[in-house]
């Protein structure tokens, strides 16, 4: 695909699919993103008033029971563990099961393929050749009767 005006080459538009998923991998980077910098600040907040108050550094082993550093930080795990916890509420686990599930498994939609001028065409095409197998089966079955009855 090129522009007429410029001669430029331009790149195909995405797909709706392809910028949610897009958005998907971007959000999942900034919850990532922030809870590492939520965690780091808060490791540094303990360490910070251990120091205050006890007047020596606290050890890292402390600092990770304290406050685990969590590099890696999946939203889609975390609401899979919050739903298969029993020790929360049904309606707790209902809500994580549901919000987990868009991020799994895609919504179908059957509308979206009624819209779809491709789809309508190749329906349109089976219908027409639908038709015409039809005739031809009765022409053939037509033919059969009367070399039949011929004999």
């Known amino acids: 695909m090129s522009d007429a005006v410029s001669g430029e080459v331009l790149a195909p538009r995405p797909t709706s ?6 958005d998907r991998v971007g959000l999942r980077a900034m919850a990532q993103d922030s809870v590492h910098h939520f965690t780091t600040l808060r490791r540094q907040e303990i360490a910070r008033d251990y120091y205050r108050e006890n007047k020596i550094p606290i050890s890292d082993e402390d600092l990770d029971r304290l406050q685990p550093l969590v590099e890696e930080f999946d ?13 929360n509420d049904v309606s ?6 549901s919000d987990a599930a868009q991020y799994l498994r895609p919504k179908l939609s059957a509308v979206a393929m009624l ?3 491709e ?8 219908h027409e050749l639908a038709l015409k197998l039809v005739g031809l089966m009765g022409a053939v079955a037509s033919a059969k009767k009367t070399v039949g009855e011929g004999s």
């Not at 699919?17 to 897009?22: L, P, Y």
């Not at 939203?75 to 020790?87: F, G, K, M, N, T």
């Not at 789809?119 to 089976?126: D, F, G, I, M, W």
């Open 119 to 126: 789809t309508l065409a190749a329906q349109s095409q089976k």
């Open 115 to 117: 819209d779809d001028p």
């Open 75 to 87: 939203p889609v795990v975390e609401l899979s563990i919050i739903a298969i916890d029993r020790r």
């Open 17 to 22: 699919q392809e910028r949610s998923r897009r």
């Open 92 to 97: 707790i686990r209902r809500q994580a099961l």
